[in-house]
């Protein structure tokens, strides 16, 4: 499985961005498509996922209400629309693909392919 990135720059506070991830290869199972983010010296934190299998969102409670996942299977696509963005959503965003895990869908521990990311800076 690869994944490429695309869609980060640069916004002013109350704006928004849409970040995409392009799939490629075979995924299989209860998978999930995540995205994650890390800002400097920080550990990296899982920000949203769908899961592969009924398309179901799962989000940190940081971006609830202001983020939005979705996917187009067709172009094998997953997108992060990100409204109302903070200058606290500065970080460099990753997708990844890994195995969807009810109890803690967010862990990146669960997943095993990373982008090469793509970096968002919000100025205030």
């Known amino acids: 499985v690869q994944l490429v990135e695309s869609g980060g720059g640069l916004v002013q506070a109350g704006g928004s961005l849409r970040l995409s991830c392009a799939v490629s290869g075979f995924t299989s199972g209860d998978y999930a498509i995540g995205w994650f983010r890390q800002a400097p010296g920080e550990f990296r934190e899982g920000v949203s996922c769908?899961?592969?299998?009924?398309?179901?969102?799962y989000y940190a409670d940081s971006v609830k209400g202001r983020f939005t996942i979705s996917s187009d299977n067709a172009k094998k696509t997953v997108y992060l629309q990100m409204d109302s963005l903070e200058p606290e959503d500065t970080a460099v965003y990753y997708c990844?693909?890994?195995?969807?895990?009810?109890?803690?869908?967010?862990?990146?521990?669960?997943?095993?392919?990373w982008g090469q990311g793509t970096q968002v800076t919000v100025s205030s």
């Open positions: 769908i899961r592969g299998n009924d398309g179901s969102g």
């Open positions: 990844a693909a890994g195995e969807f895990v009810s109890a803690t869908p967010l862990q990146p521990l669960w997943f095993s392919r």
